[in-house]
């Protein structure tokens, strides 16, 4: 509801404000003079303000010049009401920031007209605003990737000149690694956010014809086995990735299958200590014509922090559980899949992708 001041000196002519606008349903408040006025300013933070310009203490001129000088005060519309000898002051006013003034005496409508342009013509200011925030932040949103992708090629073309001249006995070569290592890592970090910004903000309606992510219908077994051991020894834990893939046509394209197991399997591998069990399962369903992929981890969330996720919600809910999550979300949502973060029956975390499925003719 919209609040309104009224600051006016007349009490006859405050109360009639006051009750004109609390029929008209504005929130409303009033003051006696400009300094009452300037505390209601800060206590009740108005939309628009109505303003006598000769008042006691602090009048309509001082009070707009004091408030023309905060910041979170200078945006409110401010509507003098002036009598036809004050027309001198209203060139200040103006100058001063006023964004309209009322002769008295004055009629319903003329007020109610007046609040209306002042208040149409400031939501107009504050969308203008928020679109250009939107489309800068955007810019910067999709630019940043390139800048760091940028440094980080760089990076490694000073490690790769480094290891270049450095023997394997060297005493900084671990260090080296571990540069290489990381450099490596945020390089994975970035594609993530640029391909969750493709997906999650291209244009309604825009297909991905033509693009590598082409649905298609591809018999997945051996493509998820294949990333699944290399994303295990990756991380040095094959002993502990645990494969069980159904063979199944699914209706997306491979480079989806890879990444979606790559990016659960970094998530898990992650949160998870060496020598604890990450379960991978592949199971084809022919009478939902769905297949679906589980990544199974001992529990690393407490009770309130485990994500329940599921297809449709927001997709920066699941950034707060990390970008390879939501690469995953992303790309089953744009393939027509279901994903969800589940806990099982023993209390493991279960990370679920599901898609539709070819079902072979017999």
Partial sequence: MTRILVIEDEKRVLENILELLDAEGFETCGACDGEQGFQKILTEQPDLILCDVRMPRLDGLGLLARISKIEDLAHIPFI??????????????????A????????????????????????DGLIQTVKRETVLENAWMAWRMPIEIESALTNTLNFVQTI???????????????GLRSSANQLAHAVQNYSLWLRLRFRPRGESITGSELMPAFERVKSIIEEMARASAWQWRREDDLQLDVDEATVKVSLPVVQRIVEELLIHAFSHTAQGEEVILQGRENTRRNTYTLEVTYPQIYGEEELPSVSRGEDGEKMLHYGLSLAVVKELADTFAGQFAVLRDDDGNICCRVVFPIKVLEE
């Fill in 163 to 177: 290891e270049a001249q450095m023997s394997e006995e060297s005493p900084v070569a671990l260090a080296v690694q």
């Fill in 99 to 122: 964004d309209d003034y009322i002769t008295k005496p004055f009629g319903r409508k003329e007020l109610l007209d007046a609040i209306s342009r002042r208040l149409q013509k400031h």
């Fill in 80 to 97: 003098f009401l002036t009598a036809l000898s004050e027309r001198a002051d209203l060139r200040v006013a103006m100058e001063l920031g």
